[in-house]
């Protein structure tokens, strides 16, 4: 699908093009979603320009990423998708400056185009500066993925904060936690640390266009404005990865705080089982000895004989309990 906007003032406006009708001058962003092969074509024959298929926006060499190609910058940066789905996914968004035009092609629907979209083309949103260009739509869009990247992450916080309050409750607990309480924790935790891992990924590639951008020589990306716009959006990455890095520490902590309570609970397990057995060890032995078939065992024809067997049995299931007890193994 091709979608045309044109700078009307303080916002964008949607242009309408007929199929075989030349492209507009006042056209200043060419959105692709998921472009069929003659969409690539109109737009190709438009621009002059190639346009990337999805094969050449997956690759990840950093070379593929970012290059210069018949006068047009491309650009190809992750970005988060279907985060309110399981999946989660990171999809490649490709941007290409050509001249003072923004061509952007991409194969999902991030939330962040779609609301910078949805705000830019309304007045007064303050998104339009008054000498737009295709840059600065650019980063529009990048700074409200960096924001959308910051709400993402203030819920994964919450939920790393939930699965901290289920290892460590400020109440005493009822009942000690079982298996599938466990296996609940950790399946919360390692998806977290997994998504933790894909917001990694895409701040990391913003960050390195950015560094692109300011690197290259374009008379727009020169302006002291946008060189300061830049900055802003750059810092806000790095923040977002120091903060990245801090709630991986605390997933790293809660794993192995996790897998360690799994441990002690095992070794409580098995110390029950180790004192019992040891606690039936004296009566099995005391049964054992009575329990042979010797003609000469002068207790079996005495009739004190039985009660007095039962009494050691006895006797020597308690003691080993008894100094157990005492030395706290109990």
């Known amino acids: 699908m091709i979608t045309l906007y044109s700078l009307s ?45 999805h094969e050449d926006m997956t690759e990840i060499e950093e070379s593929s990423r970012f290059y210069m190609e018949g006068g047009a910058q491309y650009l190809t940066v992750p970005i988060l998708h279907a985060v309110d789905l399981d999946h989660r996914e990171l999809a490649p968004v490709t941007f290409i400056l050509h001249g003072t035009r923004l061509i952007t092609v991409r194969y999902a629907d991030p939330k962040s185009v779609s609301f910078y979209i949805t705000r830019a ?45 289920s ?9 000690p936690m079982t298996t599938q309480d466990f296996r609940h924790i950790l399946t919360q935790i390692g998806s977290q640390g997994t998504f933790l891992s894909r917001v990694r990924e895409s701040l990391a590639g913003l960050s390195r266009m950015l560094v692109y951008i300011s690197a290259t020589n374009s ?21 977002l990865t120091a903060y990245v890095d801090f709630l991986s520490n605390k997933v790293t902590f ?17 110390k029950i089982f180790s004192v019992a057995a040891v606690g039936f060890m004296p009566p099995t032995l005391v049964a054992s000895i009575y329990g042979m078939n010797f003609s000469f065992m002068p207790e079996l ?15 020597s299931a308690i003691l080993p309990l008894v100094y157990f007890r005492g030395k706290g193994w109990l």
């Open 9 to 53: 003032g303080d916002h964008l406006e949607r242009v309408d093009v007929e199929p075989g009708h030349p492209l507009p001058d006042n056209v200043i962003w060419i959105d692709l979603y998921a472009p069929a092969v003659n969409e690539d074509h109109v737009v190709e024959a438009w621009t002059g320009i190639s346009i990337p298929t």
């Open 301 to 315: 024809n005495s009739p004190w004989g039985y009660p007095m067997a039962l009494g050691l049995m006895i006797a």
């Open 167 to 175: 290892i460590y409750p400020r109440q005493p607990r009822s009942r």
């Open 219 to 239: 008379p727009v990306a020169t302006k002291k404005d946008t060189r300061s716009w830049i900055k802003s959006v750059e810092r806000d990455a790095q923040s």
């Open 121 to 165: 083309t309304k007045t007064g949103s303050g998104l339009i500066p008054a000498r737009c260009s295709g840059l600065s739509i650019m980063l529009g869009i990048i700074e409200a993925t960096t924001n959308r990247l910051a709400d993402i992450l203030e819920g994964v916080a919450g939920k790393i904060d939930a699965a901290s309050h």
């Open 254 to 270: 809660l794993l192995d705080t996790t897998v360690g309570l799994i441990s002690v609970e095992q070794n409580a397990i098995i």
